[in-house]
């Protein structure tokens, strides 16, 4: 199986600050990773697919880049609703696996 | 508008099987390249994705768990149904399906289903 590694494992930040959350995965998985935000006691909300393309709906604060192994995830201008814990996918092969998750808190 | 929902039951006993069902609308799984996954998360723990279906009934699973696991679909009723032999305490989670297209990840997700193993 394909490992996801996420860091940090948690962070935290001000309103208005740009964060960004690094995904590794333990071998080449090309452009095939999503981002995922998830709010206590909801389902995750789809953010991002192939690396870096913004699922609908999905303000453009959220950016992603990265193929191959590393990958990242960048907030720009921290909102409140922004503060949730996000989480990678690879989807390049089966069993898709999932990074362990990234909490945004506030400071 | 595409929606899901879980359905089942809340609390399993240990060595049960767990049967849930996911009803959808706003899509067909007869479509070509519609997909449904299952995905689970322990209370407090990372999202674990478990199962896939797709429109030619093809089916993936989880290796830790594929032993124990079963996917199939009723397109006819838009449902999709998980099961999961022999429960055990460990697999308390919610447990989430979602839609995919074109081998797309995860595009919506259904509210969750919480199932609580305990004798």
């Known amino acids: 199986d394909i490992q996801m590694t996420q860091s940090p494992s948690s962070l935290s930040a001000s309103v208005g600050d740009r964060v960004t959350i690094t995904c590794r995965a333990s071998q080449g998985i090309s452009n095939y990773l999503a981002w995922f935000q998830q709010k206590p006691g909801q389902a995750p909300k789809s953010l991002i697919y192939?690396?870096?393309n913004l699922q609908n709906g999905v303000p453009s604060k959220f950016s992603g880049s990265g193929s191959g192994t590393d990958f990242t995830l960048t907030i720009s201008s921290l909102q409140p609703e922004d503060f949730a814990t996000y989480y990678c996918?690879?989807?390049?092969?089966?069993?898709?696996?999932f990074g362990q998750g990234t909490r945004l808190d506030i400071k | 508008q595409v929606t899901l929902r879980e359905s089942g039951p809340a609390l399993v006993k240990p060595t049960q099987t767990l049967t849930l069902t996911c009803t959808f609308s706003g899509f067909s799984l007869s479509t070509t390249g519609m997909c449904v996954s299952w995905i689970r998360q322990p209370p407090g723990k990372a999202l674990e994705w478990l199962a896939l279906i797709d429109w030619d009934d093809d089916k993936y699973y989880s290796t830790s768990l594929k032993t124990r696991l079963t996917i199939s679909k009723d397109t006819s009723k838009n449902q999709v149904v998980l099961k999961v032999t022999n429960m055990d305490p460990v697999d308390t989670a919610t447990y989430y399906c979602a839609r995919m297209f074109n081998w797309n990840p995860p595009d919506s997700w259904g509210q969750g289903t919480l199932v609580t193993v305990s004798s």
């Open positions: 192939a690396a870096s």
């Open positions: 996918q690879q989807y390049d092969s089966f069993p898709y696996t």
